[in-house]
């Protein structure tokens, strides 16, 4: 079974450029989840989906910040504008299930370095 | 408020025994998980504690007191690979069925032969 693919792996803007993170879920997990982590700081959550309808959107910093899910497949994050303090390690992870011991299945993480 | 504290790094001997602590303060606690990551890598689930009590797998183990507000993760018998950061996380219910995951900044553990 192939895990949880992110695209790309690393990138490197300038401030005020757009870019754009790809997440492919596990097939068949309904849920979908971002999170961003901040050199040295905690995981922060983003968004989550289920399917395509955003469940949860309250950790989206800012409306720079647009997440997408249509179709209830593959899901972008983009960010436009980007800035400075937008930099760090996006992850995305997906479940099966909401269930309460429904474990996260994490794809290695978009490093993103705005400069 | 949310609250979530482990220790930033750790080290401990090959072969040897370490306990890493997890303490919390969220409303709502449905959960708790702890996850491992190796720098770069994508974080991995290990375990998951919702009752109090230990839970043993393989060479590591989970305990949770919710009555304290505290886990921990104890690895045996360490290995060099055991180096890595382990993430505590508390799933938090807010209401209309959903939950947030509230993520511990992590402990780096780094193992010496």
């Known amino acids: 079974e192939a895990g949880v693919t992110q695209f790309p792996s690393h990138s490197v803007i300038e401030k005020g450029q757009t870019v754009t993170l790809r997440c492919d879920p596990i097939?068949?997990?309904?849920?979908l989840y971002w999170y961003r982590r901040v050199m040295g700081k905690e995981i922060k959550f983003l968004l989550h989906?289920?399917?395509?309808?955003?469940?949860?959107e309250s950790g989206m910093p800012n409306n720079r910040f647009l997440a997408e899910r249509t179709g209830g497949t593959y899901s972008t994050l983009k960010v436009q504008p980007a800035e400075l303090e937008d930099s760090g390690v996006y992850f995305c992870?997906?479940?099966?299930?909401?269930?309460?011991?429904?474990?996260?299945?994490f794809g290695n993480g978009t490093r993103l370095t705005v400069t | 408020g949310q609250n979530i504290d482990q220790p930033t790094e750790m080290t401990a001997t090959e072969g040897a025994i370490v306990q890493i602590n997890c303490t919390y303060q969220?409303?709502?606690?449905?959960?708790l998980f702890w996850y491992q990551q190796h720098a770069g890598e994508a974080p991995t689930f290990l375990s998951y504690n919702v009752l109090d009590g230990l839970e043993e797998k393989g060479r590591f183990s989970s305990f949770l007191s919710r009555s304290k507000g505290y886990s921990y993760l104890l690895l045996k018998e360490l290995q060099m690979k055991d180096s890595a950061s382990y993430l505590c996380a508390v799933r938090e219910d807010i209401g209309d069925s959903n939950y947030q995951l509230i993520w511990g900044a992590g402990t780096k553990l780094i193992i010496k032969p």
């Open positions: 989906f289920v399917k395509e309808s955003k469940q949860d």
């Open positions: 969220t409303s709502g606690f449905n959960g």
């Open positions: 097939s068949g997990h309904d849920n």
């Open positions: 992870a997906s479940s099966q299930t909401g269930g309460n011991n429904s474990p996260l299945h």
